[in-house]
């Protein structure tokens, strides 16, 4: 049985890395095709254009070290709303020791093939840290989670809607927006119903454990997502806090985008862009789906001038981000080498067996049934 879980968790990781090279693969490609990529020209691969980029970056290297400045200001961000969000169900998690265990979290999405993730690390180590507070450790991480993604929404449809793009002339793009703005509605009208009183005693919960495929994980969100109903104000700072997340993502990938082309999307329009290529992070393949997004979108919409960008420059720019997440993560890794190394190996010994860890730790005891009716 332990062997067939194994042959199943790698084919699933081989899987995941074999899309992850298609999309990538196919970008690259884009790039370097005959008179269309950033690194081509009407005969080809150019080297020249390559070595073009590298000298316009040594130029403009100030605009590279914001960018690095801004990402790492927007994952600090997040390393804080965890804290908050845990200490607000009583966990007594010490700031310092939250951010030992964010940034291990944030390793271990850097993991190859992405092996753990880094929610679930980071949930078994601060589970581990205090055993007591279990079921309200891994509602935090899950509703950290959830708010992070909804902020998302929240960004790109305010961005959407100071910069008009709805009104775009480019049907696909209108159509993205307008289901931006309804996710966000949607999404703003669920989380109230979560938030507030369950009339049914619990029955509703039982229901949605019914749905297929997401009625177990939608359940399960609801349960964590009522520890904090007597926390409004938590919740709500939680999702002011993250937007300028978000905000700093899109700058430092405008940043980049200075740092190394000539011509670029405006500001304006990277905080509708950039989100919406963030929300790609849902699907569980760590590199390629938003470099996809991101590289199409800044392709789809004309410059000022009329023309557009050349395929390629979106991909580069997130590679040359994830470089950035790199170097921060390497601050992380010589931490966790030389004081943290038997946290992170017996995480990893948990992690793998993560789905069993998973069922046990449902956060029940926060909200459990009798604790719904009130």
Not at 103 to 121: E, R, T
Not at 176 to 181: E, G, K, N, P, S
């Amino acid at each position: 049985m332990a062997k067939q879980k194994t042959v199943k968790q790698w084919a699933v990781q081989l899987l995941k890395v074999g899309i992850s090279a298609a999309i990538i693969g196919y970008l690259v490609w884009d790039s370097v095709r005959r008179g269309e990529g950033i690194f081509s020209d009407q005969h080809g691969f150019n080297p020249e254009k390559f070595w073009q980029l590298v000298h316009h970056a040594g130029q403009h290297w100030y605009h590279l070290i914001l960018a690095f400045v801004t990402a790492t200001s927007g994952v600090l961000i997040t390393f804080f709303r965890w804290w908050v969000l845990v200490r607000t169900v009583d966990v007594p998690l010490r700031l310092t020791e939250s951010f030992r265990f964010s940034f291990m979290g944030f390793l271990f999405n850097l993991a190859p093939m992405g092996l753990v993730g880094g929610d679930l690390a980071k949930a078994i180590l601060a589970a581990r840290r205090f055993p007591d507070h279990r079921p309200e450790t891994v509602a935090s991480v899950f509703v950290d989670r959830v708010l992070g993604l909804y902020a998302l929404f929240v960004v790109a449809s305010g961005a959407i809607l100071l910069t008009g793009l709805v009104s775009s002339s480019l049907p696909i793009l209108q159509n993205i927006c307008r289901l931006v703005l309804i996710v966000t509605v949607g999404a703003t009208l669920v989380l109230i119903a979560c938030w507030a009183p369950d009339v049914t005693g619990g029955n509703v919960i039982t229901l949605m454990e019914r749905v297929p495929i997401v009625g177990k994980l939608l359940a399960r969100f609801v349960t964590a997502f009522r520890a904090y109903r007597h926390h409004p104000w938590i919740l709500i700072t939680s999702v002011i806090m993250t937007c300028p997340v978000h905000l700093l993502f899109s700058v430092s990938i405008y940043f980049i985008g200075l740092g190394l082309f000539d011509r670029i999307q405006p500001l304006a329009r990277h905080f509708v862009f950039c989100p919406l290529a963030g929300v790609m992070q849902v699907i569980p393949v760590s590199i390629g789906p938003t470099e996809f997004v991101l590289d199409r979108l800044f392709v789809l919409m004309p410059l000022a001038d009329g023309t557009h960008m050349l395929p390629g420059q979106g991909l580069v720019t997130l590679l040359v981000y994830r470089v950035f997440s790199l170097v921060l993560a390497t601050t992380g890794l010589s931490y966790f080498f030389f004081f943290a190394r038997t946290d992170w190996q017996e995480a990893l010994r948990e992690a793998e067996e993560a789905e069993e860890w998973e069922e046990s730790a449902t956060p029940a005891s926060p909200v459990s049934k009798e604790a719904v009716r009130r």
